[in-house]
């Protein structure tokens, strides 16, 4: 009975540490894309829009 609650508490520790490391993932993603939506904010007045808009 003890070791079936250890077994339950490994597991859920488990669980968390991937869903962290999940978690992470998506924010260093989110900031990736951010940061890459920032630096063509920069530039939309001139290159990226414009070329866009006339295509």
Do not use: C, F
Request: net charge positive; aromatic share 4%.
């Amino acid at each position: 009975m003890h070791s079936e609650i250890l077994y339950q508490i490994a597991k859920n520790r488990l669980a968390d540490l991937r869903e962290d490391a999940a978690d992470r993932r998506t924010v260093r993603q989110a900031m990736a894309t951010r940061r890459k939506e920032h630096s063509n904010g920069r530039w939309s007045l001139r290159g990226p829009l414009g070329k866009r808009q006339r295509s």
